[in-house]
């Protein structure tokens, strides 16, 4: 079975700091890896995902997350925070099959300090 | 692009009422997801489906039902609401594609039982 970890279910940066979201995942088989984002009540937007291919991803809004596999890792990154940036991130995990959901992690909240 | 709509953005409802939240996508996506959002817990899955008249229970599918009779639509229903399903509800719909499976969600709804 798959499963994500994000560390820290809070995290605070000042504006123009690198933004650094950590997200380790578990899967038997290579994985799907999604980032979303999720803006104050409103629904979850996709930011980037990996499924094959080139490892460092980049997404919208200057995102970019790099899949690690001997390592775990699928972290999120942002060399520099904007105050519109605040908002909860979630990593979500798939395996290769279409019709199961992905597997969601339990979130991030950033906030961004001016 | 894609669009997941929710008919309510904001819902208020007694006690014991039997509460409908709709779900549509516009997308032609085979599956359709109802999650729950709570503070803290992240997203729990509550029912998915992957084709017209078919579901799977999710996490937490007790004290929920589900209908979906054409692709497009996927109902939510609570049969008799309590306080505990005060909570944000969320749809997503995906295509039925590995690696391409990356969830669309709805803007959400809010609901308060009181």
């Known amino acids: 079975a798959q499963s994500v970890t994000q560390l820290g279910s809070h995290v605070s940066v000042s504006e123009g700091a690198l933004v650094l979201l950590r997200c380790n995942y578990s899967?038997?088989?290579?994985?799907?890896l999604f980032w979303y984002v999720q803006y104050p009540n409103q629904g979850l937007q996709l930011l980037l995902k990996y499924t094959t291919g080139a490892t460092l991803v980049k997404g919208i809004n200057g995102f970019e997350a790099e899949f690690k596999k001997s390592e775990t890792s699928f972290h999120l990154t942002k060399p520099s925070a904007h105050m519109s940036d605040a908002a909860e991130y979630f990593c979500?995990?798939?395996?290769?099959?279409?019709?199961?959901?992905?597997?969601f992690g339990k979130g991030t909240r950033l906030s961004v300090i001016a | 692009d894609v669009k997941v709509t929710q008919s309510s953005r904001y819902l208020v409802k007694r006690t014991g009422e039997k509460v409908f939240l709709e779900c549509v996508q516009d997308?032609?996506?085979?599956?359709m997801f109802w999650y729950r959002q709570d503070p803290g817990l992240g997203l729990r899955l509550i029912y998915f489906s992957y084709d017209v008249k078919m579901k799977e229970k999710g996490d937490i599918p007790e004290g929920y039902s589900v209908s979906r009779e054409k692709k497009e639509r996927f109902s939510l229903i609570l049969e008799s609401a309590s306080t505990n399903q005060t909570s944000m509800y969320l749809c997503a719909s995906s295509p039925q594609l590995a690696g391409r499976n990356e969830q669309y969600f709805g803007p959400g709804t809010r609901l308060t039982v009181t």
């Open positions: 899967s038997s088989v290579p994985p799907y």
């Open positions: 997308m032609d996506h085979e599956n």
């Open positions: 979500a995990v798939s395996v290769n099959s279409g019709n199961t959901p992905l597997v």
